[in-house]
């Protein structure tokens, strides 16, 4: 099976009953500033090139930003600040997202999430990333023959990226390794070795309180992008 076949069954997924209802009632009643766009609506596949060699894990889509546009981190304040930084590493071929349609290009670089559809208040259950987990391996392991590097967004994305990781036979550390902005750690299966990065996520609460700085994140996407030869 190709990316692409994979993103064309993500995108038919119905499988959380909370989750399809809030995304689709976010596309019919949208925001105002909003209103006079189509909104997605639907599981948001994967963005970036089908060779990678690093991947950034994200929690979920936005109810108004891939949910609305239906690519990865594209049309909210979140992505704004993570395609500037990808763009300053020269990781992107452009600084700014607004839509699935403006040419934004990631080099060696795919985002891609453990929950496809957008959540009430981004929150997922358990139960619900249980459910979606199978996309994410599953897409992981079309990635892996190129794949060098992954960059985790907040704890969230850790948990999952070590427990994605795990169910495909990746030897993790023990005890677990802990969640922190700037932490690494190694995963090993055979004679492959992966990378893995902590960072704290690009939502507003970090990035407007000043807890994740520009020049955070970029170190922490400049270390994986070396790491993996980009
Ligand atoms: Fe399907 Fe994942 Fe969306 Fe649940 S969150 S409906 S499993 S794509």
């Known amino acids: 099976r190709s990316i692409a076949a994979l993103d064309d069954e993500l995108v038919e997924c119905r ?68 395609f500037r930084a990808l763009y300053d590493v020269g990781l992107a071929n452009q600084p700014t997202a607004v839509s699935a349609h403006d040419g934004m290009e990631l080099f060696g670089v795919r985002m891609t999430a453990p929950v496809r559809c957008a959540p009430p208040q981004n929150k997922p259950t358990v139960t619900e990333r249980d459910r979606c987990a199978h996309w994410l391996d599953a897409e992981v392991d079309l990635l892996l023959p190129t794949l060098r590097s992954v960059v985790v967004l907040g704890a969230f994305g850790w948990q999952s990226a070590l427990r994605a990781f795990g169910e495909l036979g990746w030897i993790v550390e023990r005890p677990k390794p802990k969640f922190a902005h700037g932490a690494r750690t190694t995963i090993r299966r055979g004679d492959r070795e992966l990378a893995i990065f902590g960072s704290f996520h690009v939502s507003q609460h970090n990035t407007f309180t000043g807890r994740l700085t520009p020049a955070m994140l970029v170190d922490v996407l400049s270390a994986a992008a070396r790491h993996a030869g980009l």
């Open 15 to 82: 499988a959380c009953p909370r989750l399809v209802e809030w995304r689709e009632q976010v596309a019919r009643e949208k925001r105002a500033a909003f209103v006079d766009q189509t909104y997605w609506g639907r599981p948001v596949p994967g963005f970036g090139p089908v060779d990678a060699r690093v991947i950034i894990l994200g929690l979920a889509p936005a109810a108004h930003g891939a949910n609305r546009t239906g690519r990865m981190f594209t049309g909210d304040q979140s992505g704004d600040v993570l």
